[in-house]
């Protein structure tokens, strides 16, 4: 499956003890690279959120926000005297030390009466929250890196048809160049005798002014030759449908063999290639537009791809 880098995903869990939101925010990079943002007290999900986004994500720089908030039991809690007059004398005792130690505030006082247990922070609830917020918002992460992903492959698989299309002009055409150099070469034989003797044409036979003219035309030939170049380039086109199709799998069969956005870029870069040795060996006006036109349409997948995984 083609999935982009770009995307956002979030899930919230709640509980007795509380809730749990957390946000995962992924943009383009060439490795994966994972940035944590979470409270001090969840700090112990942080191995459990990074090894299930390892199982669903392989490339990407990734965003990981982590909020929460803890159930309001207060109201439930009650001041138990036995609890208030232990404390009043140790505040006593600390105050001969230090006299100026202050009188606990009311919320501490709740926080630490009989409501304490309930206070306290139950680390296993709130990683079993954590956790379930984090395949919520993971698997809503992957059905938006999937869209997009899409999105991006069509929009290649266009291109690489307008390729496929510049291909095949240039291949039809290509006969109609060598013969219109074959005409240009046999004018300019003509002038040329001409020139040096008005009647040039009686010094030559109409088989060598022939095999002149085919012998110039095969040399040229040779020269524009480009059916390497346009071939390699179909291979790539044929290349591209396959990934873009299977997602980089290998068979189609759901095994992975690398990144397609990887794979991918390396095509672009031979394709690049071709298309510039086709304009080095361009003969004909048309031919050096196609391969301008091939470059612009390789540089947009190029740039498409740069956002796949």
């Keep these: 499956m083609i999935r982009s880098m770009t995307a956002f995903g979030n899930a919230r869990a709640e509980s007795a003890h509380g809730s749990v939101t957390i946000e995962f925010r992924t943009v383009n990079s060439r490795f994966l690279d994972i940035n944590f943002r979470l409270p001090e007290d ?25 909020n929460y908030a803890r159930a309001d039991t207060r109201s439930d809690v009650s001041l138990d005297p036995e609890y208030l007059r232990a404390l009043a004398e140790q505040l006593e005792a600390a105050r001969r030390v230090i006299p100026d ?8 006082l709740l926080n ?13 609830a709130w990683t079993a929250m954590c956790l379930e917020a984090t395949a919520q918002a993971l698997a809503e992460l992957q059905a938006a890196r999937e869209r997009e992903g899409q999105r991006l492959a069509a929009m290649m698989q266009e291109c690489a048809r307008e390729v496929a299309a510049i291909v095949d ?16 070469i046999s004018n300019k034989l003509r002038d040329a005798l001409m020139a040096v003797s008005p009647d040039g044409f009686a010094q030559i036979s109409g088989a060598e002014l022939s095999a002149r003219i085919a012998q110039e035309a095969s040399l040229f030939s040779l020269r524009i030759d480009v059916a390497e170049e346009l071939s390699r380039l179909r291979s790539h086109i044929a290349e591209i449908g396959h990934l873009l199709s299977t997602g980089g799998t290998a ?31 361009a003969s004909a006006l ?24």
Excluded: C
């Design 42 to 66: 969840l700090r112990m999900v942080e191995g459990p959120i990074r090894e299930k986004l390892g199982q669903a994500v392989t490339r990407g720089k990734v965003e990981i926000r982590v």
């Design 101 to 108: 130690i202050p009188a606990p505030r009311l919320t501490e």
């Design 112 to 124: 630490g009466s009989n409501g304490a247990e309930s206070a306290s922070f139950d680390t296993e």
């Design 169 to 184: 002009r240039v291949e039809k055409d290509l006969p109609a160049v060598l013969a219109e150099h074959q005409e240009k």
């Design 251 to 281: 068979g189609g069969k759901g095994k992975s063999s690398g990144s397609a956005g990887k794979r991918l870029d390396f095509l672009f870069q031979e394709m690049n290639r071709e298309a510039n040795t086709l304009g080095s060996k």
């Design 286 to 309: 048309s031919v050096t537009r196609a391969a301008i036109d091939l470059k612009l349409l390789i540089e947009q997948m190029r740039e498409q791809a740069a956002n796949l995984e």
